[in-house]
């Protein structure tokens, strides 16, 4: 029997508006200083009502970080990491839980264990791998002797490089591994009645189609789930695309918000910066709203 406390309800909901408070009162000041002019968001002290200026700040933005172009990089390099990202864990779940190889614990744990290796912390080498993927093998055939070997006999010297600057392909490729999303679908797999695999396995079904026709429709709402953290995520990648580009065309949403950012003299038009920054906010925001019902499902749902 649930008792009634009201005053434990009191407090609760007053707690829960308070966080409500912390979380929309700066997307309120970013709100009203993008629709003001510059003396009115540089103003001391701060305005808290909107003003008339937020259509001509908007467009301003728009203007100024050519976020027509970088919407669509963004767009591409989001959805590329999420599939990718969906697709990947996936397979790696599926070959882990379903098939029988001696190592498939220590590579579960070792993937597991990347969870405390962020991209910051891998910058470096990930960085040396997008300048030229086929490095490693070059150095292969250098140590064995195959360069100077091949280059003897027929004088042409091998040169393997495959450059992934300035590219969808460095946008997308280092960022598609991903342990979380490995560790959700191992989970979920684990609860796969064993009889349901060997009635597959009595009907004639291979790995593959097991995976298409009965592991696929079950994880709908876990791969949406994980598909609507991975899109946010990519989105909000800042330190990678800007390192891998190095040409403005190929930047993405969130670089060119930090070059609008005031530096040096003058006075600092956050107007615009705010503007633009409530304009990179609606894609991740309406993804979100639209998959909330799922995201949730795939995440606390008990029925599996």
């Not at 937020?54 to 919407?71: E, K, Y």
């Not at 882990?96 to 991209?119: E, G, H, N, S, Y």
């Not at 615009?272 to 993804?287: D, E, F, G, K, N």
Request: proline share 6%; hydrophobic share 60%; aromatic share 10%.
């Amino acid at each position: 029997m649930v008792e009634r406390r009201p005053l434990l309800n009191l407090a609760t909901h007053l707690l829960l508006a308070l966080g409500l408070a912390c979380l929309l009162l700066p997307l309120w000041l970013a709100f009203v200083a993008a629709t003001q002019d510059v003396a009115g968001a540089n103003a001391v002290p701060m305005r808290w009502l909107p003003g008339p200026y937020f259509l001509d700040n908007i467009a301003a933005a728009w203007t100024r970080a050519d976020l027509g172009a970088r919407f669509t990089t963004s767009l591409i390099v989001a959805v590329g990491v999420m599939a990718g990202k969906v697709l990947l864990a996936m397979l790696a779940a599926f070959a882990i839980v379903f098939f029988d190889w001696r190592a498939k614990a220590v590579v579960f744990w070792l993937v597991f264990v990347t969870l405390m290796l962020p991209l910051e912390v891998r910058i470096v080498p990930t960085y040396a791998v997008a300048a030229n993927a086929l490095r490693p093998f070059q150095a292969i055939l250098d140590v064995t002797g195959l360069t100077g070997l091949v280059e003897t006999l027929s004088g042409v010297r091998i040169a393997l490089e495959w450059r992934m600057l300035n590219s969808y392909t460095g946008l997308i490729l280092p960022l598609v591994a991903t342990a979380t999303g490995t560790f959700l679908y191992r989970q979920f797999f684990m609860t796969i009645p064993e009889e349901l695999v060997e009635a597959a396995r009595m009907d004639g079904a291979g790995p593959l189609r097991f995976l298409r026709d009965v592991l696929l429709p079950l994880s709908r709402t876990n791969m949406a789930a994980l598909a609507t953290i991975m899109f946010v995520y990519a989105w909000n990648q800042y330190l990678w695309p800007l390192l891998v580009t190095t040409e403005p065309q190929r930047s993405t949403v969130m670089v060119e918000l930090s070059r609008l950012v005031p530096r040096g003299d003058g006075l600092p038009e956050w107007n615009i910066v705010m503007a633009a920054a409530l304009t990179v906010m609606l894609p991740p925001l309406a993804v979100v709203v639209l998959m909330q019902r799922w995201f949730v499902r795939g995440l606390v749902a008990t029925e599996k």
